[in-house]
């Protein structure tokens, strides 16, 4: 198997709390009493899938295709700028083989939520619900994930040459 068949990328992502609801996750809206603060929708997980997928084609990073200090991306959507990347990764001649994510949140609890946001991962990559792993964990109590003062993500995505 030559170097350019599999390519491994990762994503990780911060994101600070602040009051009101809802919190939007994975390309999911949770009922919570805080939100995440950011200039597109803040999504922390899509921004780290995203990364990912970039990271792994080599075809840089979120800030560069969507620049935070473009007023286009202000409350952007983070579904459609992963749809964009997904694009760029899939004309570069790759596609997805699986990937497996992490939530760093104190709370709320994501266990009712995981199925349903690798279900809305795997509809905007294309792909199936068993190629993407969801996992939460929280932060213990300590540290800015255990204060609720930050929610973070990570993501790691095999990619494969189609071509
Ligand atoms: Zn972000």
Do not use: W, Y
């Amino acid at each position: 198997m030559n170097q350019d068949t599999l390519r491994i990328g990762i994503g990780h992502d911060t994101h600070r709390l602040k009051p009101g609801g809802p919190l939007r996750i994975g390309g999911i809206d949770i009922e919570h009493s805080h939100s995440l603060e950011g200039h597109s929708d803040a999504d922390v997980l899509l921004h780290a899938v995203t990364d990912a997928i970039l990271g792994a084609a080599a075809l840089g990073d979120i800030g560069e295709l969507f620049p935070d200090t473009d007023p286009q991306n202000k409350m952007k959507d983070s579904g459609e700028m992963l749809k964009a990347a997904f694009a760029k990764v899939t004309s570069a001649g790759f596609q997805i083989n699986n990937l497996d994510c992490i939530i760093f949140a104190q709370k709320p609890k994501m266990s009712p939520v995981k199925r349903k946001i690798a279900n809305r991962i795997a509809e905007i990559l294309e792909i199936n619900p068993e190629q993407v792993g969801v996992k939460a964990k929280t932060g213990e109590g300590v540290g800015t994930v255990g204060l609720h003062e930050v929610i973070m993500a990570e993501c790691i995505v095999l990619l494969s040459k189609t071509v």
